[in-house]
């Protein structure tokens, strides 16, 4: 049914002739688009029309003119109020982020944005070294007025891009808060802080050789760090001291600093490297701090590969999780693989690298796990070296040891510490998987039974993700 036309002169009675035909105009040319008609000739305006004539077409054209200019200035003003509002946000916003970092002990320093927009071409894309869910990260050069040194710095700027409207910086203040307390030489040093249009940003010292993952698992690239680090990481003497660093930078933030912190995402990728190949734990995104009077905190966190078969059933970090996971993280450097293989290499049964470690161990081959990059091409000494020491049995029990499944097996720090420095033997570590059940035996009924059953009660709580990573554990 075809629409009768509007006179819009019949609805509206104008005073101006110039802003009403020029708002005519632009109503018409919106509603034509949209195949609405309506009667617009100035006969319905007597008002405006001359004696025995029509109205001037001079008239006409510069009352249009007119009209879209108005609305057009009513648009810039929308825009300007909108930006001005969302600029006085901003200023808000950083005001009192910079209260909240005054707060912290130690006060971080504050870097000119200006300078790391400089530094890092406005953050080109040649410029990135990589990113997560938080944002990204960019390497860069900050002038010596910048980094507050006497000198140039290499840093790497972490940009946190993700939904800060919604989650009011609660992932910058949580890592800059703890990662500004922590001075250690096996922890990634904290250079400064910075802010701009809603987007914070932290400053860290840049590690030359990257991240651990990118010597371990790339064979074969093309980069020029690629080219240059192979050598390092195929000396056995390299993997040992990273896996010392390792170590001995999670004991200081278990045991030596107050508050004690967990990580609570220790994998290869989150392990830099400095320019001698001495491990940095990296990455404090996730990490929490825990009260004197607790052992554990609230809330699932990490990577699947790296976490310990309780974790999602209590929901609790604790020290024994983050021991899981160097224990998986020494048997990656060990070996060279990565903790969850492809399905489509290796059997179904050995998914997990401690399904593969363990198995050897059964079998009476442990040290067939060892990377054949450390010996193939290697050096006489290092070949000799892996021969008549034992560190690599020494540092694969430890692995296994770290990884078992139940939680109160797992050795303390202090006890990886004294393995590492060789002031204590190896862990002694039975030939079987051990089976993990939940909760321990002493404290009530155990989740898997002596038939090999799971207690679906439990199962029940999980989503389907953490059902798949549980079972995994309990075959």
Excluded at 240 to 259: D, F, N, S
Excluded at 339 to 365: K, N, P, Q, S, Y
Excluded at 393 to 409: F, T
Aim: proline share 5%; charged share 25%; net charge neutral.
């Amino acid at each position: 049914m075809a629409e009768a036309p509007f006179n819009i002169g019949s609805v509206i009675s104008p005073t101006s002739p110039f802003v009403y035909l020029g708002l005519l105009s632009t109503v018409a040319q919106r509603l034509r688009t949209r195949g609405i008609h309506f009667n617009a000739t100035v006969d319905n305006f007597p008002c405006y029309t001359a004696k025995g004539g029509f109205l001037s077409r001079k008239v006409t054209i510069v009352a249009s003119v007119l009209g879209s200019v108005a609305v057009t200035a009513m648009v810039v003003a929308s825009a300007a109020c909108y930006f001005n509002s969302r600029y006085r946000r901003w200023h808000r916003d950083l005001d009192q982020l910079a209260k909240s970092m005054e707060r912290l002990p130690g006060v971080p320093t504050k870097v000119d944005f200006a300078d790391i927009k400089k530094a890092t071409a406005n953050f080109h894309e040649e410029m990135k070294l990589g990113g997560g869910g938080f944002g990204t990260v960019y390497r860069c050069t900050l002038p010596a007025t910048a980094s507050k040194m006497k000198r140039p710095m290499d840093v790497a700027i972490k940009r946190f891009t993700r939904d800060v409207q919604n989650h009011r910086y609660d992932d910058f203040l949580a890592e800059v808060s703890i990662i500004n307390r922590l001075r250690h030489k096996n922890i990634v040093p904290l250079i400064g802080w910075s802010y701009n249009k809603g987007v914070p940003l932290l400053v860290f010292e840049f590690m030359t050789n990257g991240s651990l993952d990118q010597h371990l698992f790339q064979r074969g690239g093309n980069s020029t760090r690629q080219r240059n680090t192979d050598g390092a990481i195929r000396q056995w003497a390299t993997r040992y001291e990273i896996i010392r660093g390792i170590a001995t930078g999670l004991h200081y933030v278990h045991h030596e600093y107050e508050p004690m912190v967990l990580h609570r995402d220790i994998k290869a990728s989150n392990i830099m490297l400095d320019s001698s190949f001495q491990a940095r734990l990296g990455d404090f995104g996730l990490a929490c701090t825990v009260a004197a009077d607790r052992n554990s905190v609230t809330g699932v966190g990490g990577t699947w590969g790296y976490i310990a078969p309780e974790y999602p059933v209590c929901r609790k970090a604790t020290r024994q999780t983050d021991i899981y996971a160097l224990g998986v993280l020494i048997l990656e450097v060990v070996t060279g693989l990565r903790a969850l293989a492809d399905h489509e290499v290796v059997d179904d049964d050995d998914m997990h690298i401690t399904d593969r470690v363990w198995r050897l161990h059964r079998e009476g081959r442990l040290l067939e796990c060892v990377d054949a990059m450390l010996t193939n091409g290697s050096t006489p000494e290092d070949e000799e070296h892996l021969k008549n020491t034992g560190d690599v049995e020494r540092l694969l029990l430890l692995g296994l040891a770290c990884s078992n499944p139940n939680p109160s097996d797992r050795p303390t720090m202090p006890d990886v510490v004294r393995v590492i420095t060789k002031s204590a033997l190896p862990p002694q570590v039975p030939p079987q998987k051990p089976r993990f059940v939940w909760p321990p035996r002493e404290e009530g009924r155990s989740v898997a039974s002596d038939d090999g059953s799971t207690d679906t009660s439990m199962m029940s709580n999980l989503d389907n993700s953490m059902k798949l990573e549980y079972l995994l554990y309990l075959s």
